[in-house]
């Protein structure tokens, strides 16, 4: 790149450093100090960044443990963290599951297929993507009341309800594999039908097995809206045992219930995992997208 | 497997499918939903038909994930736009035939014989145990008389108490034809577990009368309060009362104009719309939220964008070393579920507890009113964006920077350029076209980004002196979501209309957007 240096450059680099640094530590100040006041005692003190007095007992709370407190009563766990964490994965793991099913077999026709009204279908999801589903959270609150009076199992307060309406959002996605699909060359597949395999079989045996980088890829971005999604979850769960993790963790800092130390706790155990599969993910996304079906 | 098994097997199997789904379609049916059962029997025909018939081959790839889009994505936004025009809210929640039906099982004490009952188990279920009340009382209800006195003892069948909805109207039979031998009734704290659902079933006795649960002990006589009349009007039988449905205002009203509940749904028009307008009371919240929707999104784009651009450039240059390593720290924010870090940021902020407050306080003996200041709470929404928003855009600039050739950079090193003139006269200009749909996509998410403002402020503080309850730092979308689920009034159409309102802004946006993706890319596929 630029050649010429000019006198001020060192300088330049210097300031940078120290630039970036500072903005460094100001925007990682929010996650040091939450791992910080999930470990010092109370919910309510306020001390140092770095805690002088280390205690357990938020993370005892988070682990669902009860804690002896100083003054020898016993603190039970507020809310049953682990809980929301294990329903926040299998609602967001089976609607991840449904979506990369539905959503592959979906491109696998949109990419191979001639059928009428391909391409109007194909713009239109498109547009939809731009409608969240929280403008029509009145309405699917009276879909899912009305699919509960006929099928109580997928009705509101049911997990399966919350994973059916998730199902639906699967526009972007099939775009997505759609794409890689296309990235293959249609000759392998139909090299495979030459020596007598039939439709499904070429989709089943050949172009799955090469399009395994993009599933994963899809899995995990499902995956994770799952785990962050918010407003379906809710309107149509309310039971305290039935919550997602995203749900529940409000309910930690209520003015009258104000639960610091224990929402940090929990924060920090269910924020690690979350935030570790979205950074190897990214990894993914990069190698996925780019690895196709020709080599070299 | 042989060829013709195979397909005796597919055939048994679609016929079970075909058989259960049409039973579905008839519940549904007997339950009084024509509409809606046929528009499940259309749906489930569709798909049984895509995987039988050879034709509709494409189909079956296509079926569950467009069917999935269309009750789950499409019709809830045509079904909210729909909502908009009706009165729909907890007033108006029934439809009129279940409201009607309502009034018509309203009761009243009526003519008749009084009967003492008693509660027996069976199995998991419970019985109820009539026997005539005499004059006086002095036989007492729980003793255990002998069945063979010449009053005819009555008993209902099985009932399963704990069911949230019992049947509402139980025959009384006489003891013999029941098969059922009374043992020992159960003692009356258990009469006093059940008494809401015991309290909620009419008993029609062999004479023809209805009774309900009028103490813990007896079950009297009532007759329905409304008669139904030809012409749609319902009587009261006491009063003598007419109530005369208004299909204006979606209730029952009495001949001095007295609204009866419960009221129904009913189409009105534009008058959701209307309200926005004209309703001064409404419309100054709603035009100030608005104003502050359109606000917030920009000044979300304008902040991220600035904070981005400056760490794509700053990081792109080659001569700072560890640069994976900073972009890796600065990306951190966006890996965060949002959820966590909002709410990590509603603790940090607050005034008593938080930590940036105490931190303020000891620098310069500050302590702001991050919640109650409506000033202080719209910066802390923008701060906490920003935060949130600007490593996307940083992601998106730098890859659209790294595209852009060197010898661009080397020419005007040549011409002794300094950095700010790389940035205004080539880097600029060369990355906004692309990024220009993007930023419109941003400006669209913020605005309706509903899990922001609900996680963090919840829309507050309020405005003073409003009927429907608004925030100063609410949005659009959080302003409905109150207005639905949250304030007692749970006016769901007026929301359905809002929503409405923000489907046509968003569709003007994508538009645009559209427009400005096929200029600037257009061989994208």
Redesign the interface.
């Known amino acids: 790149?630029?050649?010429?240096t000019g006198t001020g450059?060192r300088w330049?680099?210097v300031a940078?450093?120290a630039?970036?640094l500072a903005?460094?530590a100001l925007?990682?100040f929010?996650?040091f100090?939450?791992v910080s006041?999930s470990l010092r005692p109370g919910n309510?003190a306020?001390g140092d960044i770095i805690p002088t007095d280390v205690s357990l007992e938020h993370w005892k709370l988070a682990l669902g443990i009860p804690y002896q407190a100083a003054d020898g009563s016993l603190v039970e766990p507020p809310f049953p963290v682990l809980r929301w964490l294990w329903n926040s994965a299998k609602i967001a793991g089976l609607s991840a599951l449904s979506i990369v099913?539905?959503?592959t077999?979906?491109a696998?026709?949109?990419a191979r297929?001639?059928?009428r009204f391909k391409s109007p279908?194909l713009t239109s999801?498109l547009?939809?993507q731009?409608?969240?589903?929280?403008?029509?959270?009145?309405?699917?609150?009276?879909?899912f009341e009305?699919i509960g009076?006929?099928?109580p199992a997928l009705g509101v307060e049911t997990h399966a309800g919350v994973i059916?309406?998730y199902?639906?959002?699967?526009?972007l996605h099939?775009w997505t594999i759609r794409?890689y699909f296309?990235t293959i060359p249609v000759e392998i597949e139909e090299c495979a039908k030459v020596d007598g395999a039939s439709?499904f079989q070429a989709f089943r045996y050949v172009l799955l097995p090469m399009a395994v980088p993009i599933l994963m890829v899809v899995f995990v971005l499902a995956f994770?809206g799952g785990?962050?999604e918010?407003?379906i979850a809710?309107?149509l769960l309310r039971q305290v045992d039935q919550l997602t993790?995203?749900v529940g963790?409000?309910y930690?800092?209520y003015e009258q219930k104000?639960l610091?130390g224990d929402?940090?706790a929990a924060?920090v155990l269910?924020?690690v995992p979350?935030?570790v599969v979205?950074?190897l993910s990214?990894r993914w996304m990069i190698s996925g997208l780019t690895a196709g079906g020709v080599k070299g | 497997m042989p060829r013709t098994l195979r397909h005796a097997l597919k055939w048994i199997a679609a016929g079970a499918v075909a058989l259960v789904l049409l039973y579905?379609v008839w519940?549904?049916y007997a339950?009084g939903q024509a509409l809606?059962a046929l528009a499940c029997l259309a749906g489930f025909s569709a798909g049984v038909y895509v995987y039988i018939a050879r034709g509709a081959?494409?189909?079956?790839?296509?079926f569950?994930?467009?069917a999935?889009?269309l009750?789950?994505?499409?019709?809830?936004?045509l079904?909210?736009v729909r909502?908009g025009f009706t009165n729909y809210s907890s007033r108006n929640l029934l439809s009129f035939e279940r409201a009607t039906r309502y009034l018509l099982e309203e009761t009243a004490p009526g003519e008749g014989k009084r009967y003492a009952f008693t509660l027996h188990a069976e199995g998991n279920e419970f019985r109820l145990v009539f026997r005539p009340e005499q004059d006086q009382e002095e036989e007492g209800a729980a003793g255990a008389e002998p069945a063979g006195k010449p009053a005819p003892v009555l008993v209902t069948p099985s009932l399963a108490l704990l069911e949230a909805s019992p049947p509402s109207v139980v025959e009384a039979l006489p003891l013999g034809q029941g098969s059922f031998e009374p043992k020992d009734p159960l003692p009356m704290k258990e009469i006093i577990r059940h008494r809401d659902v015991l309290g909620r079933i009419k008993v029609r006795f062999p004479d023809g009368t209805l009774g309900t649960m009028t103490g813990l002990r007896e079950f009297a006589p009532v007759q329905p309060l409304f008669a139904k009349n030809p012409d749609g009007t319902l009587t009261n039988q006491k009063t003598g009362e007419v109530l005369t449905p208004d299909r204006e205002a979606g209730f029952y009203v009495t001949r001095s104009g007295e609204q009866v509940r419960p009221g129904f749904k009913v189409d009105i028009g534009f008058g959701n719309y209307m309200r926005m307008v004209t309703d001064p009371e409404f419309r100054g919240p709603f035009v100030a939220i608005f104003l502050w929707t359109v606000v917030f999104a920009g000044l979300t784009v304008l902040f991220t964008l600035c904070v981005g651009t400056t760490?794509a450039v700053?990081?792109n240059?080659?001569?700072?070393r560890f640069r994976t390593v900073?972009r890796?720290?600065?990306?951190?924010?966006y890996?965060?579920?949002?959820?966590?870090?909002i709410?990590?940021?509603?603790?940090?902020f607050?005034q008593s507890?938080g930590?940036i407050n105490?931190i303020l306080e000891h620098l310069f003996g500050l302590k702001p009113a991050w919640f109650a200041d409506p000033f202080l709470a719209k910066s802390m929404i923008l701060i906490v964006n920003t935060?949130l928003g600007y490593p996307y855009i940083m992601v998106l600039c730098t890859g659209l920077i790294k595209a852009i050739p060197?010898e661009v950079?080397?020419a005007s090193?040549?011409v002794?350029a300094g950095?700010l003139t790389n940035f205004f006269k080539i880097t600029a200009p060369l990355i906004v076209k692309p990024l220009t749909p993007l930023l419109i996509?941003s400006f669209?998410?913020n605005f309706?980004n509903?899990?922001l403002i609900?996680?963090l402020t919840g829309g507050r503080p309020d405005f003073l002196n409003t009927r429907v309850p608004a925030g100063t730092t609410d949005i659009l979308?959080s302003y409905?979501?109150r207005i639905?689920?949250q304030d007692s009034g749970q006016q769901?159409g007026l929301?359905?209309a809002i929503?409405t309102v923000?489907?046509v802004l968003?569709?003007i946006?994508?538009t645009i957007?559209?427009r400005l993706t096929k200029a600037s890319a257009p061989d994208a596929?």
């Open positions: 790149m630029a050649i010429v450059h330049r680099v940078a450093h630039a970036l903005f460094c925007i990682l929010p996650l100090m939450i006041i309510f306020t099913v539905i959503s077999t979906a696998y026709a949109f297929m001639q059928f279908i999801m547009l939809l731009m409608f969240p589903p929280v403008l029509a959270l009145v309405a699917i609150f009276a879909i009305g009076t006929y099928v059916l309406a199902t639906g959002g699967i526009a099939i794409g296309q439709h994770i785990i962050i918010y407003p809710s309107i993790l995203a963790s409000r930690f800092l104000y610091w929402f940090a924060a269910s924020g979350i935030t979205f950074l990214q | 579905l519940t549904i339950a809606l081959y494409t189909w079956r790839y296509l569950p994930g467009i999935g889009m009750v789950f994505v499409v019709f809830p936004l079904y909210t909502i760490l700053v990081l240059w080659e001569a700072i900073y890796t720290l600065v990306f951190l924010p890996a965060v579920p949002g959820f966590i870090s709410l990590v940021f509603r603790g940090l607050n507890f930590e105490t935060w060197a950079y080397e090193a040549i002794g950095p996509s669209a998410f309706n509903f899990v609900a996680l979308v409905t979501y639905a689920f769901f929301a359905a929503s923000i489907f968003v569709a946006l994508s957007n559209l596929r």
